[in-house]
């Protein structure tokens, strides 16, 4: 399976747009690029999915480039709720792999 | 989004009982479902798929006789852990696949305290 990397922590302004980047350099063609984020003592939220064009909804964008060998998913306008562990994860067939994350940090 | 419901959310137990968590998916019907486990501040472990009407399948390191899997129902998938001890004491989060190339959707997750 295709393994991600991001950064440990960040932080980000209330208000401002939050940019959370994910590398998976060897992601396969038929693997989908999907974000979850969790809230301390909750299970995780769906958030986005994509294969390879840009993707977006209610809650966030997602931008794969042209390689897909990264992903970043943007909050347009964070709010403290929005503080979470923020899991990239390259899905292949069933398998959903949870790695350690992005800890989130929304500033007041 | 679609629903999962698990049950119960918080359960304390003495050591040597058993304890069933439930998970159920509300507004779609699930032929596959996971179940995982988290300590704190780490990320989520998955330990086993479950597909419905047949055995589950357990990562590596999982026992499989301790962790019960059943998933008799294309909305329903239990989990029993048996014999618990204090070390089994953990949150345990199940979720439910919508076939394709769709969403994974969780429960609420249970936390579960072996005394």
């Known amino acids: 399976d295709a393994k991600t990397t991001q950064p440990p922590s960040m932080d980000c302004a209330e208000g401002r747009a939050a940019n959370l980047p994910c590398n998976h350099s060897?992601?396969?063609?038929?693997?989908?690029v999907y974000w979850y984020r969790q809230i301390h003592s909750q299970g995780p939220q769906y958030i986005i999915h994509g294969l390879k064009n840009n993707e977006t909804n209610e809650m966030a964008s997602l931008i794969i480039t042209e390689d897909r060998k990264s992903s970043t998913l943007i909050l347009p306008h964070a709010t403290l709720r929005d503080t979470a562990v923020y899991y990239c994860i390259v899905r292949k067939g069933q398998n959903f792999v949870f790695g350690p994350g992005t800890r989130l940090s929304v500033l007041p | 989004g679609a629903v999962v419901s698990q049950h119960p959310s918080r359960v304390i137990c003495k050591s040597g009982t058993s304890v069933k968590i439930e998970c159920r998916s509300l507004d779609f019907q699930a032929t596959t479902m996971f179940w995982y486990r988290q300590f704190p501040k780490q990320s989520l472990m998955l330990m086993a798929t479950?597909?419905?009407?047949?055995?589950?399948?357990?990562e590596q390191g999982v026992e499989k006789d301790k962790f019960l899997i059943n998933h008799a129902s294309l909305t329903l998938s239990t989990l029993t852990v048996t014999s618990a001890h204090p070390e089994d004491s953990s949150f345990y989060i199940c979720?439910?696949?919508?076939?394709?190339?769709?969403?994974?959707?969780f429960g609420e997750g249970s936390r579960l305290t072996v005394l």
């Open positions: 979720s439910a696949l919508i076939t394709g190339p769709g969403e994974l959707f």
């Open positions: 479950s597909n419905e009407g047949s055995k589950a399948t357990y």
């Open positions: 060897t992601i396969s063609g038929n693997e989908y």
